[in-house]
């Protein structure tokens, strides 16, 4: 965020100030170079070894000013990420008392902000004085020497004196090219950051031959699949197919693998080894669009827009007509509420949904993914953090959300799968059990451990 909208300002600065300048100061110097060479080509020369040594303060002061104001633009790129998280945590700062600590904190990254501010201050304050003193040294030489030549008769005062109106001239430009130096550096230092997220390249490549997948149901396909993240082993030789229209359970206990499984399907991330199939299509070799237009996701933490509900409802399908907006609504038991609400589907909801309860929330992302009629559905524990009757209300709308589609649900209470085709137990990121919940609970395996520690130990 603080290279889409603090780099880029400096490097707009940079663009539409300094560079106009520079075009400007350079054309001048261009221009009384050419005359002082006119006008005396023996002391010019003297003059063209001596003055770029003035220059030296431009180039060594610059470098510096590029390298602290990349650290200033880190720095503030921190200090935006901090007070975010700061702002929206700020039920749980009050709730601990942490408010002093938190302004502590914010104390030591301004004042780190602070340091490098003044480095940049001194670094393009000293260039200018420093340039000055050098090039009074040189303007002072080219004095003594071209006034003994008059004096010698090699030269007249008149030449001398035009020579030397050129010189001084040239002074100015010089100067202001010194302080736009330093606007430059920054411009540049900003440019490098801001470029480094346009050339990144993505970690998930489409094939140079992408393969459309068509829209109907689809069966899901995992052959020898392992993934990897880092050094860490998260998925282990996952052989598993799912059927179309099938509705398939994952539990297991957290930080098993079930969110990277199903998370492989639509490529958020890509395996490091195996082949995930939809149909006989290597995902690997499907458009990017057509495959994630296959696949609708609810997730445990409902992640709406600071817009209107009929378009948070219709995020994955702008073009849908106004009715079915509003069945997709009924479909997920939303459209009580919302007809409650002052102006109902027009309503803005906040920041994140902010004027909206849990429930609320989660039933209109089940309406957005109605909407989006994909066949394929990854519910990432979309019932966890609701109270009783919002479960109940949820619970419904996802059933007829599930109806003939083929649908991942990850679990962590059971209570909630019931509905289940098949279920399978998922531990280190390996399948350890798989099959119904009698077939499970009969086993005496880790499914039955699950079940017992959840419902008959209580």
């Known amino acids: 965020m603080s290279r889409i909208t603090n780099d880029v300002n400096i490097i707009k600065s940079m663009v539409s100030t300094a560079v106009t300048s520079v075009l400007r100061d350079c054309f001048t110097i261009i221009g009384l170079t050419g005359v002082i060479f006119y006008r005396d080509w023996k002391l010019a020369l003297y003059a063209i070894i001596i003055l770029p040594i003035a220059f030296l303060p431009i180039v060594q002061f610059g470098r510096r000013v590029r390298r602290v104001s990349t650290g200033c633009q880190e720095s503030m790129a921190d200090l935006s990420s ?115 997220i346009i050339e990144r390249k993505s970690d998930i490549q489409e094939s140079d031959h992408p393969v459309e997948i068509p829209f109907r149901p689809h069966s899901v396909f995992f052959e020898n699949v392992d993934f990897r993240y880092d050094e860490t082993q998260v998925l282990k030789h996952i ?102 609400l002052p102006r109902q589907f027009d309503t803005s909801i906040g920041e994140l949904g902010s004027r909206l309860s849990g429930g609320e929330k989660q039933r209109l992302c089940i309406a957005r993914a109605l909407l989006k009629n994909a066949p394929i559905l990854i519910l990432d524990e979309a019932t966890s953090s609701l109270d009783s009757e919002s479960e109940m209300l949820v619970q419904k709308a996802l059933e007829n959300l599930m109806k003939g589609r083929t649908t991942f649900v990850i679990a962590h209470r059971l209570s909630t799968i019931g509905y289940a085709n098949r279920i399978i137990v998922i531990v280190n990121g390996e399948i350890i059990e798989q099959g119904s919940h009698e077939d499970l609970m009969a086993r005496q395996g880790e499914y039955h451990k699950l079940y017992e520690m959840q419902f008959v130990n209580r």
């Open 82 to 196: 901090f007070l975010h998280e700061t702002f929206s945590g700020n039920k749980i700062v009050k709730a601990f008392g942490m408010e002093a600590y938190e302004k502590q904190r914010f104390h030591a990254k301004t004042l780190g902000l602070f340091h490098l501010e003044m480095k940049a201050v001194i670094a393009r304050s000293l260039s200018s004085p420093i340039m000055e003193f050098l090039a009074g040294l040189g303007i002072a030489f080219i004095i003594w020497y071209g006034g003994y030549r008059v004096i010698s008769g090699e030269s007249t005062a008149g030449t001398f004196f035009s020579f030397m109106a050129a010189v001084l001239m040239l002074y100015d430009p010089v100067k202001k090219l010194s302080n736009l130096n330093n606007s430059i550096q920054e411009g540049l230092a900003a440019a490098d950051r801001a470029f480094d």
């Open 239 to 340: 052989n598993l197919t799912v059927n179309a229209g099938e509705i398939l359970a994952l539990v297991g206990m957290s930080g098993g693998g079930k969110t990277t499984l199903v998370n492989l399907i639509p490529r958020f991330y890509d395996i490091t080894h195996g082949v995930i199939r939809v149909d006989e299509t290597d995902i690997r070799k499907a458009s990017l669009k057509s495959l994630r237009e296959q696949i609708a996701i609810v997730t445990q933490e409902p992640i709406l827009f600071n817009d209107t509900i009929g378009n948070n409802i219709a995020y994955g399908n702008t073009l849908a007509p106004f009715q079915e907006i509003v069945d997709a609504a009924k479909a997920a038991f939303a459209y009580d509420f919302i007809e409650r």
